[in-house]
């Protein structure tokens, strides 16, 4: 079976005799937190640092996903990987692939991903633990590279499907920030216009404890680019506003 190895990192993975599936998945680490035992299987994730570059590696056993084209299953891992060359492919920021394999072994269906670690980055969560103490100038610019991040990827022609503060990394630039996104695994084709795109944001700003209306505006008015006091940034205002009361009753 062919795995993929992305060619900026093959020669460090070569290098460290980590280049193929079996010495990924035989490969001895501490996990950074309690594996995913849902699905009927088994997930979890490792730090790998081989020195000059640092990895998470993900490994996982009968943790599968069904869909219409896929009835049987595949390992989560599979979509996420394509969900991660389609972004790269569209220009969407998001974290890179350094390898991927998929196994059958006597009936268990394994898959390793390992990905880049952003290291340098830091998630849009924690940014906003400190908002309240962070120089106004500071918080304009995080919400102006989160508006870009929305705007490109629904322009794209995506949703996330997880669109959450945990999964929006940040990087201070001498500009300002720029941002990715991770955990890619529910991502798909953008079909139902406004709604699928209000859906995305209205999870972000929901979890954004820390952001009033001023900062909602802000970052509509950004993602929408119109003016924060314009007819279209109080439509999504209100739109976003009615996604919300809709959800809490849900609950």
């Known amino acids: 079976m062919s795995d993929f190895i992305a ?20 490969l001895r680490l501490e996990a950074v937190d309690e594996p995913n035992t849902g699905r009927g299987g088994w997930s979890s994730v490792f730090r790998l640092d081989l020195g000059e570059a640092t990895y998470y590696l993900k490994r996982q056993s009968n943790f599968l996903s069904r869909n219409l084209l896929r009835p049987f299953g595949e390992p989560t891992f599979a979509r996420e990987f394509r969900n991660i060359c389609r972004y790269q492919k569209l220009g969407v920021p998001a974290l890179q692939a350094a390898f991927f394999g998929y196994r059958l072994v006597e009936g268990e269906r394994r898959a390793i991903l390992l990905t880049r670690a952003l290291d340098g980055w830091r998630e849009l969560a924690g940014w906003l633990d400190a908002w309240p103490a962070m120089a106004a100038g500071k918080r304009s610019a995080i919400i102006v590279a989160v508006a870009d991040l929305a705007r490109r990827l629904h322009g794209a022609g995506q949703v996330h499907g997880c669109f959450y503060p945990k999964h929006v990394f940040l990087r201070e630039t001498q500009a300002g920030f720029e941002a990715c996104l991770i955990d890619l695994e529910k991502t798909r084709p953008l079909l139902l216009g406004r709604r699928d795109r209000v859906k995305d944001l209205e999870a972000l700003v929901r979890r954004a404890d820390a ?11 950004g993602y929408l680019e119109r003016g924060q006091d314009s007819a279209d940034v109080n ?5 976003l506003a009615s996604r919300r009361r809709d959800k809490e009753r849900a609950q």
């Open 7 to 26: 060619a900026a990192d093959r020669e460090i993975l070569a290098r460290h005799g980590l280049d193929s599936f079996e010495s990924l998945w035989a």
């Open 211 to 221: 952001w009033g209306e001023v900062e909602v505006r802000e970052l509509l008015s």
């Open 235 to 239: 439509d999504w205002l209100a739109r």
